[in-house]
């Protein structure tokens, strides 16, 4: 099985995927992840995306495009695989179906994430991590037993530099720039299936594996 989950930035897509590539046995290949460990690592790809990365602006295809082809060419990944964070626009879909192609492979499904802006907001700008265990908490929906701190090792929490609000405004903007037209490219092959995104984590789990299993 090979899905694509497409949506904004704080739709969800990471959390849900990590879910749902377990239930099903799929890797779960996340672009902006893979660009982080790029970036702690200082790697020659990682410092030219760094600039990208901390105005909330698309890390530039020339960055990404080889890295994604390799990560999904690795073993695990032959047995399917959820895509989170790509494609990100038309050009890197049609590239994507040019890989699969080789490989002899095609896609089932792509999910889209819907939720509503002033949401992603809240999301976002709430959220927290661990530099050291990379837990993920929310100053809202899920805040640590200890403000500032996280439960697992006592770390003080961090603030992405891309979730601070102009930054979120920014990924928004150029989401709705160069990600939306991807709805119409999968639509039109009768790929795309809508999620209402909005509701507790295992509310949507739930729709997800409904969505993936009609």
């Given at each position: 099985?090979?899905?694509?989950?497409?949506?904004?930035?704080?739709?969800?897509?990471?959390?849900?995927?990590?879910?749902?590539?377990?239930?099903?046995?799929?890797?779960?290949?996340?672009?902006?992840?893979?660009?982080?460990?790029?970036?702690?690592?200082?790697?020659?790809?990682?410092?030219?995306?760094?600039?990208?990365?901390?105005?909330?602006?698309?890390?530039?295809?020339e960055?990404?495009?080889?890295?994604?082809?390799?990560?999904?060419?690795?073993?695990?990944?032959?047995?399917?695989?959820?895509?989170?964070?790509?494609?990100r626009n038309v050009e890197q879909a049609e590239l994507l179906d040019q890989v699969l192609d080789e490989m002899g492979a095609q896609l089932d499904k792509v999910l889209k994430f819907m939720v509503l802006g002033i949401e992603l907001v809240a999301r976002l700008s709430g959220r927290r991590f661990c530099p050291?265990?990379?837990s993920v908490y929310h100053l809202v929906k899920q805040p640590p037993k200890i403000e500032g701190f996280c439960d697992k090792d006592g770390a003080a929490l961090e603030q992405r530099p891309d979730d601070n609000e102009e930054a979120i405004l920014e990924r928004l903007e150029v989401y709705g720039e160069k990600t939306k037209p991807l709805f119409d490219f999968y639509a039109g092959r009768g790929l795309l299936v809508d999620v209402d995104a909005i509701g507790s984590t295992d509310v949507v789990f739930g729709r997800l594996l409904s969505a993936i299993d009609r």
């Open positions: 099985m090979r899905l694509i989950f497409l949506g904004p930035p704080g739709a969800g897509k990471g959390t849900q995927a990590a879910r749902v590539a377990e239930h099903y046995k799929l890797s779960h290949i996340a672009t902006g992840d893979m660009l982080r460990r790029a970036l702690e690592l200082r790697t020659e790809l990682g410092l030219k995306a760094k600039p990208f990365m901390e105005k909330g602006q698309l890390v530039p295809d960055l990404t495009i080889p890295m994604f082809v390799e990560r999904i060419g690795e073993q695990d990944a032959q047995k399917g695989f959820i895509l989170d964070g790509f494609p050291v265990c990379k």
